[in-house]
C-alpha cells in the first residue's frame, strides 16, 4: 500500500485526564511522525496538537482511531 502525506488535528479538552493516554499512543506510533507541534489554548481551555505524517491509509485510521476513543480527545485527518 501506497504511503501519502497528510496532517493530524488533535483537540484535548480534558489535558489531565487525556494527555499522557495520547503521548503514549504518539510514541507508538512514532515511526510514522515527521513533525509535531503542541499548542495550549489557555482561553478556550484546550491543549491543540497538529501532526504531520507519512502513512498508509490503514496506518492513520489505527492512530486517528486510537486517539478518537480517548475520552476528553477529539481527532482530524487529512490525507493528501
Known sequence: MQKRIGIIG?????????AAK?????????DMILGRMGLPF??????????????????VGALAGKLGM???????SLLV
Open 42 to 59: 489557555r482561553d478556550r481551555g484546550v491543549n491543540i496538537i497538529g501532526l504531520i505524517f507519512e502513512a498508509t491509509t490503514d496506518e
Open 70 to 76: 480517548l475520552d476528553g480527545v477529539q481527532v482530524k
Open 22 to 30: 495520547v503521548n503514549a499512543v504518539l510514541s507508538d506510533h512514532g
Open 10 to 18: 488533535i483537540i484535548i479538552t480534558d489535558r489531565d485526564k487525556a
